[in-house]
């Protein structure tokens, strides 16, 4: 029996005697021949072959996620360094003001963010120039009221000539309360006369102002009507030069002004251009105008990124009781209204030849257009209250 060969065949049933044949040995195969056109190439498969594959995709998820981690990140940071530079100029904010005006204010329960809100500014102009060092008038008097709720800014200048009674003191013109009384007794005096109660107050130092605006890196400010003004605050060092200067000029149209051009332009009382407009009402627009600007900058993308650098100098010409949450919250509600929607008003009264400055008999009806509660109207008279919707009131 060959050695390959088994004695049996094994089936399911068992095994059966006989010879089985041993299982053929498998020939080698023979290199198939390489078809033409294939470069000459053989495929060899194996261990040992050369394996190739295509490179993998890059996880485009992976690369998204990580990018928005980082933004987060980089916004957190921003948020949290801009809010304590802030925070720390509004410290000091705090400090300058006198701390008898908190007695005056109304307290307000909620937040500026949805809650109609009364903010009383007043402007000082005690430059270090001749006539105004020791000056504490209150140059310029305006009510703020925020509306979130219409998304809309609205604006009430008060005339500073116009003759009141001052708690204390007597008749006398409005601009007095503060030079006699303090903040204090500016905000008692404009809650009397318009019946409103104020929930907070910023003094503006209009000598520092043009600080602020500098450093929102300037502002720009739509002018109405060319502007030529009388020869206030001469730039010339001789009186020789100064009587030959002819005096500010801003010409008409939109146009970009430095902190100094826009101080001088709200100072402006007198156009030699257009004599008309030579009075306070038309001062108390220009001071409106450069007020807005300097609003819409501060709120403005551009100078938020600034916030982290900037920010304790944004408030250095201010005294305030306002927090640094509810300038924030502030500066949310103006960033949402729209400008087309403000609201520009102002109070009138007897201010022409001889006039007595006594309050105007129509300004109750304006303070309610300003309180959206009435349609606005725009002034019948030159020294006639009025409201004007998307632009200033001597525009």
Not at 51 to 65: A, G, M, N, T
Not at 192 to 204: A, E, F, R
Not at 233 to 257: I, L, N, S, V
Not at 273 to 292: G, I, K
């Amino acid at each position: 029996m060959a050695p390959d060969e088994k004695p049996y065949r094994v089936y399911k049933g068992g095994r059966v005697k006989g010879k089985v044949p041993a299982t053929p040995k498998r020939e080698a195969r023979t290199p198939r021949k390489p078809r033409s056109g294939g470069g000459g190439r053989i495929k060899v498969k194996g261990p040992g072959a050369a394996r190739f594959s295509l490179p993998r995709k890059p996880p485009w998820r992976r690369i998204i996620l990580l990018s928005l981690l980082t933004l987060v990140v980089l916004f957190l940071i921003w948020a949290v360094v801009g809010y304590f530079e802030l925070a720390s100029g509004v410290s000091d904010a705090n400090k300058r003001l006198d701390p008898r005006a908190h007695a005056a204010l109304t307290k307000q329960n909620g937040l500026l963010l949805s809650h109609a809100t009364n903010i009383l500014v007043l402007g000082t102009d005690n430059a270090p120039v001749n006539g105004r060092t020791t000056d504490n008038h209150s140059d310029s008097i305006m009510l703020v009221r925020a509306d979130p709720s219409h998304h809309r800014i609205a604006y009430l200048s008060i005339p500073r000539d116009l003759v009141v009674d001052i708690p204390g003191v007597g008749n006398s013109k409005i601009n007095y309360a503060m030079q006699s009384g303090g903040v204090p007794l500016a905000i008692r005096t404009v809650h009397d006369l318009t019946g409103q109660p104020i929930n907070h107050v910023i003094v503006v130092n209009f000598g520092q102002f043009k600080d602020l605006i500098d450093s929102l890196g300037g502002i720009t400010v739509d002018v109405p009507d060319a502007v030529l003004s009388d020869r206030f605050d001469c730039p010339y060092a001789t009186a020789a030069r100064c009587e030959q200067w002819k005096g500010w000029r801003f010409r008409k149209g939109p146009q970009h002004m430095t902190g100094e051009q826009a101080l001088i332009y709200s100072r402006i009382r007198v156009n030699q251009l257009n004599p008309a407009e030579s009075s306070d009402f038309f001062r108390v627009a220009r001071q409106q105008a450069v007020t807005q600007a300097t609003l819409a900058k501060f709120t403005s993308f551009g100078t938020l990124l600034g916030a982290p650098f900037h920010a304790s100098s944004w408030v250095k010409p201010l005294a305030t009781d306002l927090s640094t949450m509810q300038l924030i919250e502030l500066g949310w509600v103006k960033f949402r209204s729209s400008s087309g929607n403000a609201l520009h008003c102002r109070l009138g009264g007897d201010f022409g030849n001889g006039g007595t400055g006594a309050p105007s008999e129509d300004n109750p009806l304006t303070i309610l257009m300003w309180l959206g509660k009435s349609a606005p109207q725009l002034p019948t008279t030159t020294f006639g209250p009025g409201c004007a919707r998307g632009h200033d009131l001597g525009t």
